[in-house]
């Protein structure tokens, strides 16, 4: 039972950053795919950016594409998401999630095995 713990998120305006943290407890996080999803109010889950076991493999949503990087340090079971130039629509409750697998390939919230329980983010216009 692999446990995620969420920080970092807060209010920030218009074209600000934050870095939000997921750290993991439980399992064998080396052997984990990592990902980051989103949900705003009255909106569906989407995806935001996945991480392959070592950090080598990364993929994005278009809407965060050359603004958001993710990131993992194995030694520390921790991923990050360093998220730049934010904008009123990235507003939303940001979660992070694990799939037990060395792939990264995974683009939907049915595909993984764990959630944290999110951290909100608000963007000002």
């Known amino acids: 039972q692999v446990q995620l713990v969420e920080s970092g998120g807060g209010l920030v305006q218009a074209g600000g950053s934050l870095r939000l943290s997921c750290a993991a407890s439980g399992g064998t996080f080396s052997s984990y795919a990592m990902g980051w999803f989103r949900q705003a109010p009255g909106k569906e889950r989407e995806f935001v950016a996945v991480i392959n076991w070592s950090g080598g493999s990364t993929a994005y949503a278009n809407s965060v594409k050359g603004r958001f990087t993710i990131s993992r340090n194995n030694a520390m079971n921790m991923v990050y998401l360093q998220m730049n130039s934010l904008k009123p629509e990235d507003t939303a409750v940001y979660c992070c999630?694990?799939?037990?697998?060395?792939?990264?390939?995974?683009?939907?919230?049915?595909?993984?095995?764990?959630w944290g329980q999110g951290t909100q983010v608000t963007v000002s216009s």
């Open positions: 999630a694990a799939k037990d697998s060395t792939y990264y390939s995974y683009y939907t919230p049915d595909q993984y095995d764990y």
